[in-house]
């Protein structure tokens, strides 16, 4: 072979065949880079494989829930009855996040009530639910006093929040202190929580809010069924709001929710829009009434609520019709 030509270095040798293997023989070579990395072990290997069909997976869940999730709610009225009631629990949990910070400035203040109130408000028109208010006249402007009302479900809070008076806070389980956003939003806001499990310890606090009632001007809300009751009828009333109002001397004002039955119902898994009628009752005065006058004084605020009870849950403004029906509330004794 004669000398090499520079055209030879630059790959243009006149003395070399065009198809000549030596063409492709530096890109059989491995390159510097290549000589030193590492070859994947099996864990590398297996992600690798396994990470595009883990998405295609996650894709076809999604395109299945999303086909299934509007098939079950116009064609399964548990499943939209669910549905409904996870958005409201979960929204409730939400809004609390954002009131925290803004309570939080406040600290432990009733008057944070009012924050939670105004976030609150606008629930009632994501359910369609129509909430008419009556005898809001009959608050006592300008005293403390002990409110009193029915409880059925969690949907109590729309009427409650409806008719809310100021500086208004209510008493409620214990438990509620563990749930989540909710419950720091509800300390924040002064509610009053109750260990219904120790008697001493519920005693005590009672005792501790007749005297908050009296030197700080706070109205407090309770329900004296002591737990939700579904079966469109009323619990007898446990008798500590009773005490609380006769001990710090302060009237009752018995608040009345109509039957929600027409539009819910969690036995049937039932939950649609309707309406429901809030009725405030005069104040029941309590000056000069003892210990010893507790259980009348329950008995007969029950009975007047139970009457006010029937008569907006029939009269087509309220609950509708459910009282009429057999078996219905409108059976139960007084």
Request: net charge positive; glycine share 8%.
């Given at each position: 072979?004669g000398?090499?030509?520079p055209?030879c270095?630059?790959g243009s040798?006149?003395?070399?065949?065009?198809n000549?293997?030596?063409?492709?023989?530096?890109?059989?070579l491995?390159?510097?880079?290549?000589?030193?990395?590492?070859?994947?072990?099996?864990?590398?290997?297996?992600?690798?494989?396994?990470?595009?069909?883990?998405w295609?997976v996650?894709?076809?869940?999604?395109?299945?829930?999303l086909?299934?999730?509007?098939?079950?709610?116009?064609?399964?009225?548990?499943?939209k009855?669910?549905?409904?009631?996870?958005?409201?629990?979960?929204?409730?949990?939400?809004?609390?996040?954002?009131?925290?910070p803004?309570?939080?400035?406040r600290g432990?203040?009733?008057?944070?009530?009012?924050?939670?109130?105004?976030?609150?408000?606008h629930?009632?028109?994501?359910?369609?639910?129509?909430v008419?208010?009556?005898?809001?006249?009959?608050?006592?402007?300008?005293?403390?006093?002990?409110?009193?009302?029915?409880h059925?479900?969690?949907?109590d809070?729309?009427?409650?929040m409806?008719?809310?008076?100021?500086?208004?806070?209510?008493?409620?389980?214990?438990?509620?202190?563990?749930?989540g956003?909710a419950?720091?939003?509800?300390?924040?806001?002064?509610?009053?929580?109750?260990?219904r499990?120790?008697?001493?310890?519920?005693?005590?606090?009672m005792?501790?809010?007749a005297?908050?009632?009296l030197?700080?001007?706070?109205?407090?809300?309770v329900?004296?069924?002591?737990t939700?009751?579904?079966?469109?009828?009323?619990?007898?009333f446990k008798r500590?709001a009773?005490?609380l109002?006769?001990?710090a001397?302060?009237?009752?004002?018995p608040?009345?929710?109509s039957s929600?039955?027409?539009?819910?119902?969690?036995?049937?898994?039932?939950?649609?829009?309707g309406?429901?009628?809030?009725?405030?009752?005069?104040?029941?005065p309590?000056?000069?009434?003892?210990?010893?006058?507790?259980?009348?004084l329950a008995?007969r605020?029950r009975?007047s609520?139970?009457?006010?009870?029937?008569?907006i849950?029939?009269?087509?403004?309220?609950?509708?019709?459910?009282?009429?029906?057999?078996?219905?509330?409108?059976?139960?004794?007084?």
């Amino acid at each position: 072979m004669g000398a090499l030509t520079p055209s030879c270095v630059s790959g243009s040798c006149p003395h070399r065949p065009p198809n000549s293997a030596f063409y492709t023989l530096p890109a059989l070579l491995p390159s510097r880079n290549q000589a030193h990395s590492p070859l994947p072990g099996p864990l590398q290997v297996a992600r690798m494989e396994l990470w595009p069909g883990a998405w295609t997976v996650l894709l076809l869940l999604f395109l299945l829930l999303l086909f299934l999730l509007p098939t079950l709610w116009f064609c399964s009225p548990s499943a939209k009855y669910f549905f409904k009631m996870a958005f409201y629990n979960g929204w409730i949990l939400f809004l609390a996040v954002l009131a925290i910070p803004v309570c939080a400035v406040r600290g432990r203040n009733v008057e944070n009530m009012k924050i939670l109130r105004l976030m609150l408000l606008h629930i009632k028109y994501l359910y369609g639910i129509r909430v008419e208010v009556r005898g809001a006249h009959h608050f006592p402007p300008s005293q403390p006093y002990v409110v009193v009302s029915n409880h059925q479900s969690s949907l109590d809070l729309l009427g409650m929040m409806e008719v809310l008076p100021g500086r208004c806070v209510p008493i409620a389980k214990r438990e509620l202190l563990w749930a989540g956003s909710a419950g720091l939003a509800c300390w924040l806001a002064g509610v009053i929580f109750i260990d219904r499990k120790r008697t001493g310890d519920a005693i005590s606090v009672m005792s501790e809010v007749a005297q908050t009632l009296l030197t700080q001007d706070v109205r407090v809300w309770v329900f004296p069924e002591g737990t939700r009751n579904h079966n469109g009828s009323m619990l007898p009333f446990k008798r500590g709001a009773f005490h609380l109002a006769v001990q710090a001397q302060v009237p009752i004002v018995p608040i009345v929710m109509s039957s929600y039955q027409d539009f819910y119902c969690k036995k049937e898994r039932r939950f649609t829009s309707g309406r429901c009628q809030v009725r405030v009752l005069p104040p029941v005065p309590t000056e000069g009434l003892t210990p010893d006058d507790v259980p009348a004084l329950a008995d007969r605020v029950r009975h007047s609520m139970l009457t006010i009870f029937r008569e907006i849950s029939t009269d087509g403004r309220g609950g509708g019709d459910y009282l009429k029906k057999p078996g219905g509330m409108g059976e139960a004794p007084l």
